[in-house]
């Protein structure tokens, strides 16, 4: 599917494609592993921000394992249509089972996500400030304001959410005697919502490692486009890198297609051109940088995904009550033995 979409993406830009081609057979090697290297640093990066939002809850996972966990889940995200929710539900049971409970996991795919949107509006208008007058021509103002602002009421209302719920408390109500709904089916949600959002307390070093963190992601992702540039041999257009790197990943919030295929390229492309890029080199820089950040880690996510599931079903067997050379005691009544942790008392239930 992602071939075929890739294949339409590319339908009518033979053009510029052929003026791309002599950058892309003949680029420099060093630049192009610095790209390698500050995509896979993006990538240890997100997986830093899981780490410091699950520390919120005592849990504290390796970073290897969420670095693997990050490549997979982005795999999933880009095979599938509307993958961000695929990606959301196999993180959300990823954490469950490095010992989650319910509230902390759905917490920190939402938590964890708020960030990441909120550091890629702040540097969306750190970079418009840094290009005004370009911005200003391309009328990337008015939405790039929009961004941050929605950012800030976002960041207000959790600032602010103890407040909001007994206006949001009977808003639900009122709502609910005119819709002639039973009492409690609208508001069971949202208290259930907001018990949630009371259950995890982050400090604010754990926001602060979990704001750098995805400062680090957004910055050397955009760090690989860079060097894309510098790889075939084009100017870099600095004045206007960041912006228009912003622009494209906030383009990717609309589910337009997989893994915002063709939406990010053409996005980029156009921005940068205007910005002062070449033509024929930009071109080639993006799709480089779309090699290392798209087309490179679905494999690689790939098999982290089947790397990851051999081992929670080995963690089953392995702690399955009774199972030859566990050392468990057979448990009964469907209780699992004591210390055997979330995996045997998950499969306790399942068996009752």
Known sequence: MLVGVAAWVLTGKSSELSGASTFLENPHWGWLVLAACAELGSYVAAAALQ???????????????????????????????????????????????????EVLAGWVVVGAAMVSFAVIAGLAGVALALAASIGTTFDLVEAVVGVVLLALLAVLAWLNRARLYGPAARAVAWLERKARRPPGQ????????????????????????????????????????????????????????????????????????????????????????????????????????????FWAPLPLGAGCYLGLARLRRRALRSARPGAV????????????????????????????
């Open 325 to 352: 050379g566990t050392g468990l005691p057979r448990a009964t009544g469907g209780q699992a033995p004591a210390g055997a942790g979330p995996v045997a008392a998950s499969e306790a239930r399942e068996r009752t």
């Open 51 to 101: 780490r410091a939002m699950l520390k919120a809850g005592d849990i504290d996972p390796p970073l290897a394992r969420l670095t693997a966990l990050t490549f997979a889940s982005s795999s999933v995200q880009a095979a599938l249509p509307v993958g961000a929710a695929f990606a959301g539900l196999y993180l959300f049971r990823q954490y469950q089972f490095l010992g989650a409970d």
């Open 186 to 293: 609208l508001m069971g949600p949202l208290r259930a919502g907001f018990d949630r959002m009371r259950a995890v307390a982050p400090t604010r070093q754990e926001w602060a490692r979990a704001a750098l963190a995805a400062t680090v992601n957004w910055l050397a992702d955009c760090g690989c486009l860079g060097f894309a540039f510098l790889a075939v041999g084009g100017g870099v257009p600095w004045r206007g890198l960041l912006l228009a790197y912003c622009a494209g990943q906030l383009a990717t919030l609309l589910p337009i297609t997989p893994g915002g295929l063709g939406v990010v390229e053409g996005s980029l492309t156009v921005a940068l051109v205007a910005f002062g890029g070449g033509k024929a080199t930009t071109v080639a820089a993006v799709l480089f940088y779309r090699l290392f950040s």
